[in-house]
């Protein structure tokens, strides 16, 4: 099992960064080219959620990107420290408004069109976005 991570600040400019590194190791791992735009998508979409509740949250730690290549499958998981409460509570540094908490399920409406294999967690330390996609195994070329 691969494993590539990447931290990085949690600005919008280096979103672009997280997506074309995703996109890169996907394509190693072996997932179908008919497929990567939807991974460039995902993650695009992922990371810039995760930097947004970093900055409403006000939170300064980096956003966690981890890419896991296993036997059959390609993970991705977008991990942000940004505090959640439960549904109907309001806790400091939570989701601050309706229009935030609309647009937040906006992105995990557009992730999971994108995704068919995808778990959400969220909670007082942050959250998890886990996408997952089938790889096909290299087929050797024969000399």
């Given at each position: 099992?691969?494993?590539?991570?990447?931290r990085?600040s949690?600005?919008?400019?280096?979103?672009?960064?997280?997506?074309?590194?995703?996109?890169a190791?996907a394509?190693?791992?072996g997932?179908d080219?008919?497929?990567l735009?939807?991974?460039?998508l995902?993650?695009?979409?992922?990371?810039s959620?995760?930097?947004?509740?970093?900055?409403?949250?006000?939170?300064?730690?980096p956003?966690k990107?981890?890419?896991?290549?296993?036997e059959?499958?390609f993970?991705?998981?977008?991990g942000?420290?940004?505090?959640?409460?439960?549904?109907?509570?309001?806790?400091?540094?939570?989701?601050?408004d309706?229009?935030?908490?609309?647009?937040?399920?906006?992105?995990?409406?557009v992730?999971?069109?994108?995704?068919d294999?995808v778990?959400?967690?969220?909670?007082?330390?942050?959250?998890?976005?886990?996408?997952?996609?089938?790889t096909?195994?290299?087929?050797?070329?024969?000399?």
């Amino acid at each position: 099992m691969a494993t590539v991570e990447l931290r990085f600040s949690a600005l919008p400019e280096h979103v672009r960064t997280a997506r074309l590194v995703a996109a890169a190791v996907a394509r190693r791992a072996g997932v179908d080219e008919a497929v990567l735009d939807e991974v460039r998508l995902a993650v695009g979409e992922a990371c810039s959620r995760a930097v947004g509740l970093h900055q409403l949250g006000g939170v300064t730690a980096p956003v966690k990107v981890v890419l896991i290549e296993e036997e059959k499958q390609f993970s991705i998981e977008v991990g942000d420290e940004a505090p959640r409460s439960a549904p109907g509570d309001r806790a400091p540094g939570a989701l601050g408004d309706d229009a935030d908490a609309e647009e937040d399920e906006m992105g995990l409406a557009v992730i999971s069109g994108l995704v068919d294999d995808v778990e959400v967690s969220a909670g007082a330390h942050g959250g998890l976005i886990r996408m997952t996609w089938p790889t096909t195994p290299a087929v050797a070329e024969l000399a």
